[in-house]
């Protein structure tokens, strides 16, 4: 299926407005703090599921499993006969307790866990911990870049000036900041007041939507059923603040996703997607995750679904 697809910031990459967070498929470390891991069965019927609707791409990181879940996706991929050159897989670098020079020193075990995958977007996962200038870190991913070992430069978790930042450093070397992956969603809408949307556009960057269904509650799952939060790790629980003063904060918008979702036969996290992914134009894509293959097929949906002006905007008013 051929979905409408955007450029990554001003880069030569092409990707779908929805891509395949792939978080759940990090073994054991932090990833796993979140969500429970998935064997590989079910990861691969995922990524088909998600290949099958017109996903095209993939986010991954080294912090989830170090290597694990960057291996769980590519063995999919492998199995699934997908060519090198039609999916783009993102991950990250982690800056704890580490100089620049790990980016260079560990970029050679990320190729490997990608197992003949290009690396089409590398991102400093985040702006702290690391032992370096976030100029220095930005500098050694630009020389991945000139040595064709990545294609494209990103950030995440930065701020707008951070995002500044990293993209005068990297024109030195005429370089684009691809995109800065950050919390965005119709219940985290932090982006329009701080900046980041406005340098996003000002810079030609692309804006990725991390847990863009607030970690599944604006599926509208939790509303029905308040008691399923207990099934829920606690640090997601506390990420995501779940609690009933939540839920009860935030039903009216759950109402309107569930009208809205009505009159288009569609799903509420479809409905979520689709409107994170056009109230800011093209500058906005997401990456939601998926622990089943239905919930990559949902996401996938989204794609098709179009929403009118007046939907987008209602939505967007009744957002606590
Ligand atoms: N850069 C960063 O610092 C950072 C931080 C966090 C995440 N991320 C990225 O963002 C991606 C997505 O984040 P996320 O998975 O935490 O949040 P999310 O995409 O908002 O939520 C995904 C969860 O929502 C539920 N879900 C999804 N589709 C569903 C559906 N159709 N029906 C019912 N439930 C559905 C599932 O929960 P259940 O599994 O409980 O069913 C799924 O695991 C990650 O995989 C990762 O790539 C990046």
Redesign the pocket.
């Known amino acids: 299926m051929a979905t409408t697809t955007r450029r990554l910031g001003r880069t030569d990459l092409e990707i779908t407005p929805i891509g395949?967070?792939?978080?759940?498929f990090g073994g054991p470390g932090i990833a796993n703090r979140?969500?429970?891991t998935l064997d590989q069965a079910t990861a691969t019927m995922i990524v088909r599921t998600a290949l099958d609707g017109g996903v095209t791409w993939f986010?991954?990181?080294e912090m989830?499993g170090r290597g694990y879940s960057e291996r769980t996706l590519t063995t999919a991929l492998h199995q699934l006969g997908a060519g090198t050159g039609d999916v783009v897989i993102a991950s990250?670098w982690t800056p704890w307790f580490r100089t620049a020079a790990s980016i260079g020193r560990t970029v050679g075990d990320r190729l490997a866990a990608l197992q003949g995958y290009p690396l089409g977007l590398h991102?400093i996962?985040?702006p702290h911990g690391s032992l370096s200038s976030l100029a220095s870190q930005v500098r050694a991913m630009a020389q991945l870049h000139r040595q064709g070992r990545i294609r494209a430069v990103g950030v995440?978790?930065f701020s707008a000036a951070q995002m500044e930042r990293a993209h005068a450093v990297l024109a030195e070397y005429g370089i684009p900041l691809a995109s800065n992956?950050?919390?965005i969603?119709l219940l985290e809408r932090r982006i329009e007041r701080d900046g980041v949307l406005a340098a996003a556009r000002r810079l030609g960057v692309t804006l990725i939507a991390?847990?863009?269904?607030?970690?599944?509650?604006?599926?509208g799952?939790f509303h029905e059923d308040p008691t399923l939060f207990r099934?829920?790790r606690r640090i997601?629980r506390r990420l995501a603040g779940f609690s009933s003063a939540t839920l009860t904060r935030t039903a009216p918008l759950i109402d309107e996703l569930r009208a809205v979702a009505a009159a288009h036969g569609a799903?509420l996290?479809?409905v979520a997607l689709s409107w994170l992914t056009s109230y800011y134009g093209d500058t906005v894509v997401?990456?939601?995750?998926?622990?089943?293959p239905?919930?990559?097929?949902?996401?996938a949906g989204a794609m098709s679904l179009h929403l009118t002006q007046r939907e987008l905007d209602r939505l967007a008013d009744v957002t606590p």
């Open positions: 395949l967070g792939c978080m759940p979140y969500y429970p986010d991954t990181a989830y990250k991102q996962h985040m995440s978790n992956q950050v919390q969603s991390l847990a863009p269904l607030h970690t599944g509650l604006l599926t799952r099934d829920v997601r799903t996290s479809q997401a990456i939601p995750g998926a622990s089943k239905r919930h990559a097929d949902e996401s």
